[in-house]
């Protein structure tokens, strides 16, 4: 059930009812323009990852700055940005199911839309997925680059697969998904940058087998906010799919150092408890996630966030230069950004303290 909205346009800050997600307009334009410099510098392409922000109205922001399109994890997402008039997107995962298959497929009359195999046991479903409505469906084959998640082994049984889609009547090879996960959160750049000389290696092995094969990847994606300069440098990544560049949290603040983005997410909290030394808000597991550490209090010295239970987060004070007030709204930085913006149905976007925007966060729980 979609919730009323927390604030309507021309509120202050404090008018915000809470707990509401919070987006500075300053700090968000700031990290889209920093982001398409970098790439129209390096001259590579920009797929940002909607995962991140689950809204056609942020997705059009980049594509104005001359994003090519966007990614997505989940065929809900890819409906939710396709009738938001997304006309290029990529499932940057691999979809199996039929009924999944069968809503990809159809929205090719309305987008371009691509998405990753590791497997030929898929390439049947993805045919008569293609077949079925009439199109041919572009497949990128993934490989393992390190993360040992989803990914096929670099070399011959990458371009193996790459040749049976670009024999298919109702498929299109359309290059390689080559993204390390796991790097993005490396703290050292000695770690960062060891992980990506694996995969860019692993991508030329594969890339040269193809050229052998006589096949051409007109895409290579990765890359992620912790490592996007890394790949971006190295003549081999053509696309980068950054996600959490646009928003940072305090997760990425670990690295060292920390990618060059402001942080413009946050999560606005009411104090609805206070005595010496403690204070109690209105935000805990339900309107935070914690799964990468728990949320910092910005701005706000000494106050220390600890024991969230599902709606209440405490605040240890001790050491803090001023002590909450009771009803005082104060701002979280979110251990992690996206499963964060998954728990909220409105970002309220801010400028120099006051609502300027209110918008829906369209694919908000899209997960089929």
């Known amino acids: 059930m979609l919730q009323r909205p927390p604030a309507t346009p021309g509120m202050s800050e404090d008018e915000v009812d809470t707990p ?24 590579v392409r920009l797929r940002a ?40 997107i990529l499932v940057s995962n691999e979809v199996v199911s039929p009924a999944k298959l069968a809503r990809l497929a159809a929205l090719a009359r309305m987008s ?22 009439g199109t041919r469906l572009s497949v990128l084959v993934e490989v393992d680059v390190g993360a040992g998640r989803c990914g096929l082994p670099a070399g011959g049984p990458s371009v193996d697969l790459a040749r049976r889609i670009a024999a298919s009547r109702h498929l299109r090879f359309g290059g390689l998904q080559a993204y390390h996960g796991a790097a993005q959160h490396q703290r050292t750049p000695a770690e960062r940058r060891a992980s990506v000389d694996g995969a860019v290696a692993a991508v030329v ?16 994606g990765g890359a992620g906010t912790g490592t996007f300069e890394l790949e971006g440098a190295s003549g081999v990544y053509t696309e ?23 942080q413009s997410l946050y999560v606005l909290t009411g104090v609805m408890s206070a005595r010496d030394g403690l204070a109690v808000v209105d935000c805990g597991h339900k309107g935070i996630a914690v799964d990468s550490g728990l949320p910092m209090v910005a701005d706000r010295p000494g106050l220390v966030y600890h024991g969230p239970s599902d709606e209440h987060g405490m605040l240890d004070c001790r050491e803090a230069e001023s002590p909450p007030l009771l009803g005082e709204k104060l701002r979280l930085v979110p251990g992690h950004c996206d499963p964060t913006v998954d728990r909220y149905d409105w970002y309220v976007g801010l400028r120099k303290g006051r609502v300027e925007s209110v918008w829906p966060i369209a694919a908000r729980g899209a997960m089929a």
């Open 20 to 43: 509401a997600l919070i987006v500075d307009l300053d700090a968000l334009e700031h990290n889209l323009d920093r982001m398409a410099a970098y790439c129209a510098k390096a001259g």
């Open 205 to 220: 092995e594969t890339l040269d087998g193809l050229r052998a094969a006589g096949l051409e990847a007109g895409i290579v």
């Open 112 to 133: 371009r839309v691509a998405v990753c195999a590791d497997t030929p046991a898929a390439l049947p479903l993805l045919e008569q997925a293609a077949e079925a409505a």
């Open 240 to 262: 980068i799919q950054a996600g959490s560049y646009i928003f940072m949290d305090a997760d990425y603040g670990r690295n060292t150092p920390a990618p060059d983005f402001r």
């Open 49 to 88: 990852h909607a995962k991140t922000h689950k809204s056609p109205v942020i997705a059009h922001w980049q594509i104005a700055r001359g994003a090519v399109g966007q990614c997505v994890q989940k065929v809900a997402e890819a409906e939710v940005l396709a009738w938001g008039g997304v006309g290029d």
